[in-house]
């Protein structure tokens, strides 16, 4: 694989996770249909895309702002509302931005084929970001012990950056900083499951 060098200048990426809330009236909208995500589009938004899927905590959405020179050229919505995938030109540039929400059960195999669909791709940078549900290295990532699944998962978290050539931006800048996304009552413990990352070609 040969990535093109990307060059994006104040291009800037928030990842916002939308679980867990308490409120009722808002409970009933943490799955995205068509008709709530229409209603994502605020002041700062030019264009919104959506995966939403199919279940009470599934679905994603992407949203360009009206300030980003932004031009679709191919989607791909999960249907199941996993995944979003947008081959696009953006600051005039083409790249790929992939919105992913991986299951908590599974992951290995719901990484295994995000890796096939993505490889379609692979002569063009790559910025793919969200929940991935699992952790890079427990040793860091993990304000507990390991799990008996953490290994297998980072393996195939490994397998993916390998084979598209993907850095984990933020493990790039702080090497040894524990910081976490998440926290597991069953296990009562802290872990890093979010993620943005990469194509290693692009200049950041």
């Given at each position: 694989?040969a ?7 104040a ?9 867990g ?8 909208k ?11 589009r ?13 279940g009470?905590s599934?679905?994603v ?6 300030r ?10 999960d ?9 696009c030109?953006?600051?005039n540039?083409?790249c790929?931005?992939?919105n992913?929400?991986?299951?908590n059960?599974?992951q290995?195999?719901?990484l295994?084929k ?12 790559i ?5 991935l549900?699992l952790?890079?290295?427990a ?6 012990r ?9 393996r ?18 702080n090497?040894?900083t524990r910081?976490?996304t998440f ?20 200049e950041?």
């Amino acid at each position: 694989m040969a990535n093109r060098l990307l060059k994006l200048r104040a291009v800037q990426l928030i990842s916002w996770n939308v679980n867990g809330i308490s409120n009722k009236a808002k409970r009933h909208k943490t799955h995205i249909n068509l008709l709530e995500s229409a209603k994502l589009r605020q002041g700062w938004v030019g264009q919104v895309f959506s995966a939403p899927g199919n279940g009470a905590s599934r679905g994603v959405s992407t949203l360009i702002s009206k300030r980003m020179s932004f031009q679709l050229i191919k989607q791909i919505a999960d249907k199941d509302g996993r995944y979003l995938i947008l081959f696009c030109l953006l600051q005039n540039e083409k790249c790929v931005l992939a919105n992913i929400y991986a299951p908590n059960m599974g992951q290995s195999v719901f990484l295994s084929k995000l890796n096939l669909i993505l490889a379609e791709f692979a002569d063009y940078p790559i910025l793919m970001g969200g929940d991935l549900n699992l952790v890079s290295n427990a040793v860091v990532d993990r304000s507990g012990r390991p799990l008996p699944s953490d290994g297998t998962l980072s393996r195939a978290l490994k397998e993916i950056q390998d084979s598209l050539a993907l850095t984990d931006v933020w493990r790039m800048v702080n090497p040894h900083t524990r910081e976490y996304t998440f926290y597991s009552s069953a296990h009562s413990s802290y872990s890093r499951i979010d993620y943005i990352l990469f194509s290693q070609s692009m200049e950041i």
